[in-house]
């Protein structure tokens, strides 16, 4: 199986600041990887696909990058509403999926 | 626009049975694949499965086999999760999503339900 590890498992940050999270894979997925964010009490919404590619509607300040086992994201300028987790997960092992743990983004 | 409605909160004992729906609308529900993802309170996110509302054919994690049946009524565009023998550690909030992609490797997750606690409690 195709373990997920995510670093830092939190953070504190700034409004304003440069802000990068982690996701490694235990093997190479390609760029088969998707990211996450989650708010208390909500549902996970989708911010990036196929490690680089940025869903329609999510501000440009968040991108992805990375291939093979290694995969950042990026919020280029923390905004008050990015407070939240972040998630990584994995497709390369179609039928069958994983996430990595989460890093959660606080307020310093 | 694309919507997933899930049915409300449920509290069941241990060993007893629990059944999920998720009612989709804005989109073609036997185009996309639907996957299920619960979450403990306080944990992280855990995949466990997907239905082909076309076909019905399901794939579900190892770890829930044999607990866990997904189904679908295509008529009204609604799949189920049904997950059986609960156990204390299975409350959690059980969420549906729309499963996306290039048809093969590439899957992701563009529309979710608004989620679903189950609380199993004697």
């Known amino acids: 199986d195709i373990q997920m590890t995510q670093s830092p498992s939190s953070l504190s940050a700034s409004v304003g600041d440069r802000v990068t999270i982690t996701c490694r894979a235990s093997?190479?997925?390609?760029?088969?990887l998707n990211w996450y964010q989650q708010k208390p009490g909500k549902a996970p919404k989708l911010l990036i696909y196929a490690a680089s590619s940025l869903q329609s509607g999510v501000p440009s300040r968040f991108s992805g990058s990375g291939s093979g086992t290694d995969f950042t994201l990026t919020i280029s300028s923390l905004q008050p509403e990015d407070f939240a987790s972040y998630y990584c997960q994995q497709s390369y092992s179609t039928p069958i999926f994983t996430f990595g743990p989460g890093t959660k983004v606080e307020i310093k | 626009q694309v919507q997933l409605v899930q049915s409300g909160a449920e509290v069941k004992y241990p060993g007893a049975s629990v059944k999920v729906s998720c009612k989709s609308s804005?989109?073609?529900?036997?185009?996309?694949?639907m996957h299920w993802v619960r979450q403990a309170p306080g944990q992280g996110l855990e995949w466990m499965g997907w239905i082909n509302p076309d076909s019905g054919g399901t794939n579900y994690a190892q770890k829930f086999q044999g607990r866990v049946t997904m189904t679908r009524d295509t008529s009204i565009s609604t799949a189920y999760m049904d997950l059986s023998r609960l156990r204390s550690d299975d409350t959690a909030v059980y969420y549906c999503a729309r499963g996306n992609g290039d048809g093969f490797t590439l899957v992701y997750f563009d529309y979710w339900g608004q989620g679903t606690l189950v609380t199993v409690s004697s």
């Open positions: 804005g989109y073609t529900f036997t185009g996309n694949y």
């Open positions: 093997q190479s997925i390609s760029s088969y």
